[in-house]
């Protein structure tokens, strides 16, 4: 059983155009997290949700909108794709969101912008 | 602010090497925690260990073994007897309590020839 799971796990798309990537966890978890990886490999914390509530908006773009409809599930939408929005999207769950728990990542959503 | 330096960019070793990744982290928090994850070339984040500040303790893995020294705010990773299937980018991580997010470092590839 997957624990954390993402769709699609590639996307290629053009500049402007609008696309989600989907994110479930079967772990009861009640926090979930978007991380990017940029091309140097380097991981940086986007959205943080606790029990569907924001916490953390890292300085994100407003054309990035996530979405929880439920604790299970974090949805990230990205609007008006630009070419600098090509990376690899990460999402993760943990127990709890204090700074204690581990977090466990799902396999990558690798988005290119053409 | 939190910070987690990992001065190696690359490391390659020949197999049944020994390799040492150095992870050196800056917080103002007396209580947070220290991971490393790895990420194969199939591009997962895998969770390998999490260690609050509190315990010093050197942990041993198989042929994983983590050092962690709050005198000097390192937590260094030791792979002893190197195989081909560790190469992989190791990150340390660091997160402070009532912290939604962890802060990475930029990672250490890895390479273990055969």
């Known amino acids: 059983d997957t624990a954390v799971s993402q769709t699609p796990k590639y996307l290629v798309t053009q500049m402007g155009n609008d696309k989600s990537i989907k994110c479930e966890q079967n772990?009861?978890?009640?926090?979930m997290y978007w991380y990017k990886q940029d091309s140097k490999k380097f991981l940086k914390i986007m959205f943080s949700y606790n029990n569907k509530e924001l916490i953390i908006n890292e300085t994100v773009p407003n054309r990035f909108s996530p979405k929880s409809p439920d604790k299970a599930h974090l949805n990230l939408h990205i609007n008006s794709l630009e070419l600098g929005d090509s990376a690899v999207y990460f999402c993760?769950?943990?127990?709890?969101?204090?700074?204690?728990?581990?977090?466990?990542f799902g396999p990558g959503t690798r988005l290119t912008v053409l | 602010a939190q910070k987690v330096t990992q001065a190696q960019t690359e490391i390659s070793v020949v197999e049944k090497e020994d390799v040492t990744l150095d992870c050196v982290y800056e917080t103002r928090d007396t209580t947070y925690y220290l991971f490393w994850y790895k990420q194969p070339p199939s591009g997962e984040l895998v969770f390998l260990i999490r260690r609050n500040s509190f315990d010093e303790q050197n942990e041993i893995s198989g042929r994983y073994s983590w050092n962690f020294q709050k005198s000097t705010s390192s937590f260094n990773f030791t792979i002893t007897a190197s195989q081909v299937v560790d190469s992989a980018v190791y990150f340390c991580a660091l997160s402070e309590v009532n912290d939604y997010k962890l802060s990475f470092g930029a990672g250490t590839t890895v390479t273990v020839r055969a």
């Open positions: 772990l009861g978890h009640d926090t």
């Open positions: 993760a769950s943990s127990h709890g969101g204090s700074g204690t728990d581990t977090q466990y």
